[in-house]
């Protein structure tokens, strides 16, 4: 287990429809990462988010957008939803400081458009 | 060219055989690579981290030849818990912490 959680664990909704998705970061880790893994593909990031602020974003439209909490806990949102957006959405939390190895994942939210 | 490009496989072996897997990168500013393995519907965890020409873990050996910016893993004696997709894994730009992830290459170990 790496200490990183994320909700719902699966999700259906409907093209159009806005989603969110959590994720809560090892404890001590000031840093979060997105990434979006299609079904035969790897994950792609999507952003960053360190001390609350997006810290680098990916190829992704401005309908995705993200949050970071005090307690270092994230959110993904996703407007419009499209089919292409059925996906792994993986969170993972780091340290600065720390080695850039020592990146955690957690174990991902299965969206599903229809 | 893609920024991580990987063999596509699927790879299918026997049990003990050794396979390798390639990987190619575009940013020949990287420093450090990495390889995730991940199983069926599960996330990514980190296999082996490579920062000089190579790394050695058990039957595992990551290869770096920074000159062809081209990364290999090797596993030998395989084991059917072998039986995964494995990412080649290169740190986005100037940040450590942003990750690109090659496409995977999916092993499965036969009995």
């Known amino acids: 287990e790496t200490g990183v959680t994320q909700s719902p664990t699966h999700l259906i909704k409907t093209r159009g429809q806005q989603v969110t998705l959590r994720c809560s970061s090892q404890s001590g880790h000031n840093t979060v990462s997105w990434y979006q893994q299609a079904l035969g593909q790897g994950p792609q990031f999507i952003f960053q988010?360190?001390?609350?602020?997006?810290?680098g974003r990916g190829n992704f439209p401005p309908r995705f957008s993200g949050l970071q909490f005090p307690n270092y806990s994230s959110e993904l949102n996703v407007n419009a939803l499209e089919l292409d957006d059925s996906a792994l959405y993986l969170c993972?939390?780091?340290?600065?400081?720390?080695?850039?190895?020592?990146?955690?994942f957690g174990p991902g939210t299965r969206l599903t458009v229809t | 060219r893609k920024e991580v490009e990987q063999d596509p496989g699927p790879f299918n072996v026997p049990e003990g055989a050794t396979v390798a897997f390639n990987c190619t990168y575009s940013n020949s500013a990287s420093q450090s690579f990495f390889w995730y393995r991940q199983d069926c519907r599960k996330e990514p965890k980190l296999l082996m981290s490579v920062y000089s020409s190579g790394n050695e873990d058990g039957r595992f050996t990551a290869q770096l030849n920074r000159a062809s910016q081209y990364i290999s893993l090797l596993i030998r004696d395989s084991k059917l818990s072998d039986s995964a997709t494995y990412l080649c894994v290169v740190p986005r730009g100037g940040s450590a912490r942003q990750l690109t992830f090659g496409s995977g290459t999916q092993l499965t170990v036969l009995p």
């Open positions: 988010y360190y001390r609350e602020e997006e810290n």
């Open positions: 993972a939390s780091s340290f600065p400081g720390g080695r850039v190895d020592e990146q955690y």
